[in-house]
């Protein structure tokens, strides 16, 4: 169990994290939002879940794109920007921003000779939109489920074998089925970089963005947060879990 005190440090390194990617995003004018556990800690919480040792943010592709182009350049010395392209041992397809003041060991890394950058992060997603139809949710399920089998051992994919080829073609066979986002009746969708769950989400019922506090501060969440998070989860996260069921993704954190 990671020290309290330990991780409410780490959490605060990581929404002044947060803060940097949200001001080169207005700077930018690049849509994001919160998602996934960092969502439903600010509708539960108004901040970070307390053992909660990560930030989840989603953007529309074509900005994700964009911020790819111009982040770099942006953020301070205490950020490294990680993709496979800046860290060659770094084996996933979604961006990292990783603190440079402190060190996460997750537990599917615990005891491994770890290469890549471990400082603690902030997630960033790209999302696509499809046409609402049963067939394009089995197609999703189903490639989001061969993504995970082709993909390298995470906290996700305990059991992935790492094919990047195979991975990629996958991911680029869902962005065949992005429509773009002056549409209706549609669904939204992660792209399959991070193909932890395959949830949809009405369009209408995530833009147009709003804002909702988060550790006292004010970030773009869905128009409708209660519609993401049932979709993503499936259990009653209104509720707080039995503390046995309160576990961080991490086996250990370093502050430097």
């Known amino acids: 169990m990671i020290e309290p005190r330990i991780l409410r440090r780490a959490q605060l390194i ?6 940097e990617f949200d001001a080169i995003c207005q700077k930018h004018q690049l849509q994001y939002w919160l998602d996934s556990g960092t969502l439903l800690g600010a509708v539960r919480h108004k901040g970070f879940i307390p053992w909660d040792d990560d ?5 529309p592709l074509e900005d994700y794109e964009k911020f790819l182009n111009v982040a770099r350049s942006n953020f301070s010395s205490d950020i490294f920007f990680q993709t ?10 979604y961006i990292k921003l990783r603190s440079n003041k402190a060190r996460i060991v997750e537990f599917h890394e615990k005891d491994k000779d770890i290469k890549y950058h471990q400082g603690v992060f902030v997630d960033i ?8 139809s049963e ?17 390298s051992v995470s906290l996700h994919t305990p059991n992935g074998i790492d094919d990047p080829v195979k991975r990629a073609a996958l991911v680029a066979s869902l962005k065949q089925k992005h429509l773009g986002w002056a549409t209706d009746k549609s669904k939204v969708i992660y792209g399959g ?7 949809w989400f009405d369009i209408d019922k995530v833009f147009p963005l709003t804002t909702m506090g988060f550790e006292g501060l004010s970030f773009p969440v ?3 947060p209660a519609h993401y998070l049932d979709a993503i989860y499936l259990f009653d996260y209104r509720q707080l879990p039995p503390e046995n069921k309160r576990i961080t993704h991490a086996h250990s954190i370093e502050v430097y």
């Open 222 to 224: 869905p128009s409708d």
């Open 14 to 19: 990581m929404l002044d994290m947060l803060v």
């Open 193 to 199: 970089e991070m193909p932890d769950v395959a949830a």
């Open 135 to 151: 067939d394009n949710k089995r197609l999703y399920d189903d490639i989001l489920k061969d993504i995970r089998d082709v993909s």
């Open 125 to 132: 997603f790209p999302m696509l939109v499809i046409e609402s």
């Open 84 to 93: 496979s392209e800046t860290d060659k041992n770094f084996k996933f397809d």
């Open 55 to 59: 930030i989840d943010v989603s953007m």
